[in-house]
Nanobody
């Protein structure tokens, strides 16, 4: 059974940094991809970026380009989202999700419970 658990959210001041953690089990990044999404209440969920099978980032949201980076620690079965230069508009619940195969080609079927990030002074 696939499982993903996010952590690392919290309150941070504008301009600050935060690293989100997604611990996963039940699958391997050799044949699955993991993506980070975010959702503001009342708005549609948006994909922040997807981490490819070789550890690269794909489909990076324009508004986070150059500030957010996704990376993996395969021995620890963990995926991270490093967020720098945070802005109030980055406030959202952040989710990690997994799908079999590549980043492109279908919906993400497996989701974590989300972690709340609040960027505010």
């Amino acid at each position: 059974q696939l499982k993903l658990v996010e952590s690392g959210g919290g309150l941070v001041q504008p301009g600050g940094s935060l690293r989100l953690v997604c611990e996963y089990s039940g699958f391997s990044l050799r044949d699955h991809s993991v993506a980070w999404f975010r959702q503001v209440p009342g708005k549609e969920r948006e994909e922040v970026l997807c981490i490819t099978n070789n550890g690269g980032n794909l489909g990076i949201l324009d508004s986070v380009q150059g500030r957010f980076t996704g990376f993996t620690d395969n021995p620890k079965n963990t995926v991270y989202l490093q967020m720098n230069s945070l802005k109030p508009e980055d406030t959202a619940v952040y989710y990690c999700a997994a799908r079999r195969g590549t980043c492109i080609g279908g919906p993400f079927e497996n989701w974590g419970q989300g972690t709340l990030v609040i960027v505010s002074s």
